[in-house]
């Protein structure tokens, strides 16, 4: 069958959305199924990843100014992601499907909403949403949020009664990689130190809040023994400027571009410094306990979840890093507070959500045969 994606990645979206995508991709490729995504050409999209992992690309042009070419355009905090109204999106997106009718549309993006949805309906046999926001209607066969302190209610009103509703991260999108590495590591995290730090604030990092981490650990108590291992990827506006800092730091750090051993790198790491979005799922699958940096809005519930179930530290406001972590270190340094956080994260997902996605999917697609 024919799956087709609409999700972007930018400088100001981030790349969560298109990898999240193609994550649920990669399961289904290894069933039989032919996966198309249809991506805007945003600065800092990631088209060539997608090409390089064996997808079918189709990019829709960027029409830079044309966000309020509607009057509908400005309802959302999100619509200026999409770069154009969303008729023209649901346009341009229709004309790609045409004469190939898909399987499934599967659409990761806050800019979208019922209407396009409806509209690309009759190019496509169901419709999949993901969304992190339960902030608008959605008319889909399934209904993906896999985050954590959300439930099934909060998503009334807003999808058809008919819905599969895929709630909480039992579902998050993992690769394959992090559940056969799950086992392995959870066994090592025990009596455990700061002696290795990951930090990793989304592939972007458009406000440069790296350096900003650096600053602060710079003036903090950690030890000048601590290992900093920093994931950005090429389009990070402040790659140069986090080079300098690592260079001139009292730590020893590494600066990582474009990694393709995540999970490697968490399995490596004692504690995590990073941003609380979809990236927690994979920290959590590994049991790395993290200090969460908010850097969204659409971040705030999950960070104050996670922080609630004792897998995570969150800190609010990047004005607050250099006070918090002058007092981290001395509860972090506790080796059982460390553990604890550990066993708590392991147990919030097991990494086997895409396998459950795509059953759901296949479930939801019979249900209307």
């Known amino acids: 069958m024919l799956v087709a994606f609409r999700a972007d990645a930018s400088v100001q979206i981030g790349t969560g959305h298109v990898m999240r995508c193609l994550t649920l991709a990669d399961e289904l490729a290894g069933l039989g199924h032919h996966c198309l995504f249809i991506c805007r050409d945003h600065e800092g999209h990631l088209g060539e990843l997608i090409q390089r992992k064996g ?12 966000c309020s070419e509607s009057g509908e355009t400005g309802d959302s905090q999100y619509s200026e992601w999409l770069g154009v109204s969303w008729e023209k999106d649901s346009k341009e997106t229709q004309e790609l499907l045409a004469g190939r009718k898909a399987s499934w549309v599967v659409v990761d993006h ?14 496509s046999e169901q419709i999949m949403v993901i969304d992190d926001l339960a902030d608008r209607e959605h008319d889909c066969a399934v209904l993906l949020d896999q985050n954590l302190g959300r439930f099934h209610r909060d998503y009334n009103g807003l999808v058809p009664s008919q819905t599969l509703r895929l709630i909480g991260p039992h579902y998050a999108l ?4 992090f559940h ?15 002696r290795r730090i990951l930090i990793s604030l989304g592939g972007v990092d458009q406000t ?10 710079e003036s903090s108590s950690l030890p000048s023994s ?27 750090v590494a600066v990582n571009v474009n990694v393709t051993n995540m999970a490697e ?15 927690s799922w994979e920290r959590c699958c590994l049991g790395l306990p993290a200090v969460l940096v908010v850097l969204a809005q659409n971040q705030v519930a999950g960070a104050a979840a996670l922080e609630a ?22 509860a972090l340094s506790d080796p059982s507070r460390l553990e604890r956080m550990s066993k708590a994260a392991a147990a919030i997902t097991d990494g086997l959500g895409v396998s459950r996605v795509v059953q759901a999917m296949n479930v939801a697609g019979s249900r209307d045969q």
């Open 309 to 330: 179930s004792g897998a995570a530290i969150k800190i609010d406001d990047t004005k607050q890093l250099h006070e918090a972590f002058r007092s981290l270190w001395a």
């Open 208 to 217: 440069n809040v790296t350096s900003q981490v650096l600053s602060a650990l």
């Open 110 to 123: 806050y800019a979208l909403d019922v209407r396009w949805e409806r509209e690309i309906a009759e190019h």
């Open 174 to 177: 993992l690769r394959s990689e």
């Open 55 to 66: 997808f079918e690309l189709c990019m829709l042009k960027n029409h830079v100014g044309l």
């Open 265 to 279: 790198r968490m399995c490596w790491a004692d504690l995590s410094i990073g941003a609380a979005g979809s990236t």
């Open 180 to 194: 056969e590495l799950r086992g392995e590591f959870l066994e090592r995290r025990q009596a455990m130190q700061c």
């Open 226 to 252: 601590a290992k900093l291992d920093i994931v950005l990827s090429s389009s990070a506006p402040a790659l140069e400027e986090v080079r300098y800092k690592a260079v001139h730091s009292r730590f020893e």
